[in-house]
């Protein structure tokens, strides 16, 4: 199958690492534009951003916080000076503040569900503007198996990726007659720095319950995202896809 994402203008959130920079990179290397956000990791920003150069590919780096509205507005302010329009948005920028529910503060709740959510739904806002105006767009946010599944700990995390799927939904209906196409995809047990703690602590334990029997690397997840940003996604809208080795049915 062939993706040509020739002359494409696309915004990876958080891609310095993990899911957003395979994401990034593999986006490039099909033809895209990439604008790579991040918020604290500026060295690990601009080696992804090496990385796409190096291989031909264009891209830059945009510093914001997607939970900010202002620091959003710079962003998205940026992007319509520079390219006049944004095709592919991808909204991975996500955190962890695990903590049981009864010992849970205020504030590491807030944080997750403003990131993971909050964050989503600005940069979905600022997106869908552009994208009507070309009655064209690909909208896609990494949700979590966790939002299915659920975790020990990870009350807000789950609440935030749940509430994604329901959001990517409720957007998929409202932009589906102006060319948009909105979907999640859901990652299972990745091996990225955000999943380190739990794959050191309970790995041969959630081994045990994926039938793949591995762990799934950041590619696994990146390839859909960028069949999903393609045209050979067309017909695609309002998807929740999970991508977890089979976690999901077992």
């Known amino acids: 199958m062939n993706i040509d994402l ?22 490039a290397k099909a033809g895209a534009k990439v604008i790579i956000n991040f918020n604290r990791s500026a060295e690990k920003a601009e080696e992804v951003r090496k990385t796409i150069t190096d291989s031909s590919g264009e891209a830059e780096l945009f510093k914001a916080d997607v939970s900010q509205p202002e ?11 520079k390219y ?26 807030n944080s997750v569900i403003n990131t993971n959510l909050g964050g989503a739904f600005l940069c979905t806002r600022h997106a869908a503007e552009m994208m009507i105006m070309n009655r064209s767009g690909k909208i896609i946010s990494i949700s ?72 799934g690397e950041p590619a696994d997840v990146a390839n859909l995202i960028v069949f999903l940003a393609s045209d050979n996604a067309n017909y695609i809208t309002g998807q929740a896809i999970s991508v977890d080795g089979g976690l999901s049915v077992s």
């Not at 690492?17 to 990179?25: F, H, L, M, Q």
């Not at 329009?85 to 205020?106: P, Q, R, Y």
């Open 71 to 81: 620091e959003v507005q710079k962003l998205f302010d940026f992007i319509k000076g």
């Open 144 to 215: 979590s198996i966790g939002a299915i599944k659920g975790g020990r700990g990870q009350t807000n995390y789950a609440a935030a990726k749940g509430g994604l799927i329901s959001f990517t939904r409720a957007c998929a209906v409202e932009f589906s007659g102006k060319g948009i196409q909105v979907n999640a995809v859901l990652p299972g047990m990745i091996v990225t720095d955000m999943s380190s703690r739990v794959r050191k602590r309970a790995g041969d334990k959630i081994l045990e319950q994926i039938p793949m029997s591995r762990f």
């Open 6 to 27: 020739s002359g494409k203008i696309a915004l990876v959130t958080g891609a310095s690492r993990g899911i957003g920079r395979e994401t990034a990179i593999l986006l």
């Open 84 to 109: 006049g329009k944004l095709n592919i948005l991808v909204n991975n920028a996500g955190i962890i503040k695990d903590n049981l529910l009864l010992a849970m503060e205020l504030t590491e709740w």
